[in-house]
């Protein structure tokens, strides 16, 4: 291998969960195998005299999101397509490609298409100029990703929503802690959903929740991730499943105190990697603006023809080395099987499709060591000498 340098003798992940000390969490396990409950834990049983864990992390993250109303999930996606129901939107609603597959699946669980819409190429963000474009009689909505914590447009959005009279839904999966100028990122908009899944800086193996500004929905969003079910003998509405349990629940708290920790962590990393990948040519760290709290999800880098290597050829040669990367989001969600001969597709996307091909997700976590990532560095660094 190149000027002596070895591969991993393990491999590097591109995430680690970050996980409690188990001695806390037997202890909380403790507390809950005394108390016998195990879940169904939301407010309603909480007015009901349980002190529950879901219902003490519920609070917890509406004051660390800094939002007005808040309701935990068992995930991002089951959230996200509550939310959507919660508005009865239908007919069309307007997305980015470049997202994960739950964004657009979310919709169509709600009997909704799906329109793609191109982003902007600075942001990597739905582009608000091209949603204009794709509006018809039928959009009821706008859902923006805030993808690798990046704030979408927030403000030409809700613009155009009000213009148009649309409901503007975020997903936040990647944007846990993002404020812009010290406002939660989940006050934008009229929801916005977040994940809790194990490969999420703030994570409850699986969970997630959804943020509104109007407190006084929280009943209706409880009803709908609790089958509908109001008492025993009153169902109001066609709810799903959608409650995290108490285990979950513990996990959550035990993480919620140590993320500071791990955010700095994550910081430090993401400095090593700034300083050394930004004197690279063609490598183009991705990161929000200065007025923006980073989420620290992802460190990301966008791979130009100016480097002399694709992308998929930097992937390919990191994995020699031990070094797992990912393509997020290549490929986009408007060329999967299951949209791609839709209506949901209308046009082109070449600003998008030129960023899933450009994309690169290093490794990113606070188990990484620090020699580790100025490791990784070097490989990018040298690659040019490989034959
Ligand atoms: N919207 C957006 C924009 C999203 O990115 C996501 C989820 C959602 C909505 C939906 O939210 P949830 O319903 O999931 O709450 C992962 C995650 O499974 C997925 O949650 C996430 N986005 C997506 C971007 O990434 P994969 O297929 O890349 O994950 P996987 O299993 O390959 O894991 C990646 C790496 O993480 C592994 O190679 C090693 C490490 N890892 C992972 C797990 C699960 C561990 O070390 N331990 C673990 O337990 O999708």
């Not at 209706?220 to 008492?231: A, N, P, R, T, Y």
């Not at 996990?251 to 993320?259: K, Q, T």
């Not at 023809?305 to 390919?316: A, H, L, P, Q």
């Not at 209506?343 to 060591?369: D, I, M, T």
């Amino acid at each position: 291998m190149i000027n002596q340098i070895e591969p991993f003798s393990h491999p590097i992940l591109v995430t680690k969960p970050l996980l409690p000390d188990l001695q806390d969490l037997n202890r909380m396990l403790q507390e809950i195998w005394n108390s016998g409950w195990v879940t169904n834990g939301g407010v309603k049983h909480f007015k009901a005299g349980h002190d529950t864990k879901h219902y003490q992390l519920e609070t917890k993250l509406q004051e660390y999101l800094k939002v007005p109303g808040f309701s935990l999930f068992n995930n991002g996606t089951t959230a996200l397509m509550v939310g959507i129901k919660q508005y009865l939107l239908q007919g069309e609603v307007i997305t980015t490609p470049f997202t994960f597959a739950a964004t657009p699946h979310s919709l169509v669980w709600n009997n909704i298409t799906p329109v793609f819409c191109d982003i902007d190429n600075t942001t990597l963000t739905i582009d608000p100029n091209e949603v204009e474009k794709l509006i018809t009689e039928k959009t009821t909505g706008i859902l923006g990703v805030h993808v690798f914590g990046m704030p979408c447009h927030v403000d030409s959005l809700m613009a155009i929503a009000k213009k148009y009279k649309l409901r503007v839904l975020f997903d936040a999966a990647h944007a846990f802690g993002t404020e812009i100028d010290g406002t939660g990122i989940g006050t934008y908009g009229d929801i916005t959903m977040f994940s809790f899944h194990a490969t999420k800086l703030f994570n409850t193996i699986e969970g997630g929740g959804l943020t509104y500004n109007s407190p006084e929905m929280k009943d209706e969003i409880e009803l709908l991730k609790d089958f509908g079910i109001q008492s025993e003998e009153k169902v109001t509405s066609q709810g799903l499943n959608g409650k995290l349990n108490e285990i979950q629940a513990a996990i959550g708290l035990l993480n919620l105190e140590i993320i500071d920790d791990e955010r700095k962590k994550r910081a430090l990393i993401r400095e090593i990697y700034t300083e050394n990948l930004n004197k690279i040519k063609g490598i183009n760290v991705f990161s929000v603006p200065n007025n923006v709290r980073d989420s620290y999800q992802y460190f990301v880098v966008r791979i130009t023809k100016d480097f002399g290597f694709s992308r998929d050829k930097v992937y390919d040669f990191l994995r020699k080395y031990n070094i797992q990367t990912r393509k997020y989001f290549y490929p986009l969600c408007s060329d999967f099987d299951c949209y791609k001969d839709t209506s949901a597709v209308r046009n082109k996307y070449p600003v998008a499709e030129k960023a899933a091909k450009e994309v690169l997700c290093l490794p990113f976590h606070g188990q990484l060591q620090l020699d580790e990532v100025s490791k990784i560095c070097n490989l990018i660094k040298e690659m040019k000498y490989v034959r």
